[in-house]
């Protein structure tokens, strides 16, 4: 049995690509992981708030120093983390805009992102200290970029490997559901995707 943590990012709820895809990858994890459970968080619903002068401070007062509005603002990182290390299996929906992640993502990692709860600095460098979790990429995109001319313009799988192993999740594989606006290509472009899906 395997905690699963779903993170969906898309704004476009039952039409989006990228929570086909998630959904699609938790499946076959489940016939692989029988009994396994599943947690969603939809971070469009929880509207992580981007990060402001009130969350820079919270994150660097120790918790019994925090006044009220302290503790108000740390909640949603604190939260964001601990369903992070509670979960064996980690599914992140990102949907490419502009080449790169939606806003609420990138909110999302900031507030994971914090020095001594998430990653810590050594004297051999920085350490990450979420470990131990396999993480899944459901990446949609309305174009091609596993290849060809716009494969260079691709933020989005680079950005979140590199984060997430600043983070010490370097088990990460990226699964693409790609070419949804392409008339070729896009008929088929999910079933494609869902055919790809192997767990490790």
């Known amino acids: 049995m395997k905690k699963i943590l779903h993170i969906i990012s898309s704004p476009r709820g039952d039409a989006s690509y990228s929570i086909k895809l998630g959904n699609g990858i938790i499946a076959k994890i489940k016939e692989a992981y029988p009994d396994s ?5 939809n971070l469009v ?3 992580f708030p981007h990060l402001e002068e009130a969350h820079l401070t919270a994150f660097f007062t ?21 369903e992070m290390m509670e979960a064996d299996i980690i599914v992140i929906g990102a949907p490419l805009y502009n080449f790169g992640i939606h806003s609420t993502l990138k909110a999302w990692i900031d507030h994971i992102s914090r020095n001594n709860h998430t990653f810590k600095v050594t004297e051999n460098g920085p350490e990450g200290l979420i470990k131990n979790k396999k993480v899944y990429i459901a990446l949609s995109s309305g174009w091609i970029y596993s290849e060809g001319a716009m494969q260079a313009m691709d933020f989005v799988a680079p950005y979140l ?5 600043f983070l010490g999740m370097t088990d990460v594989t990226v699964i693409r559901v790609e070419g949804t606006a392409m008339p070729e290509v896009q008929e088929h472009a999910l079933a494609k995707a869902m055919d790809s899906i192997t767990i490790e």
């Open 37 to 41: 459970t599943v947690k969603e968080s």
């Open 45 to 47: 619903q929880k509207q």
């Open 62 to 82: 120790p918790a019994e120093a925090r006044t009220p509005e302290s503790v108000l603002a740390v909640q949603h990182s604190d939260e964001a983390i601990a």
């Open 161 to 165: 490997k590199a984060i997430l192993g």
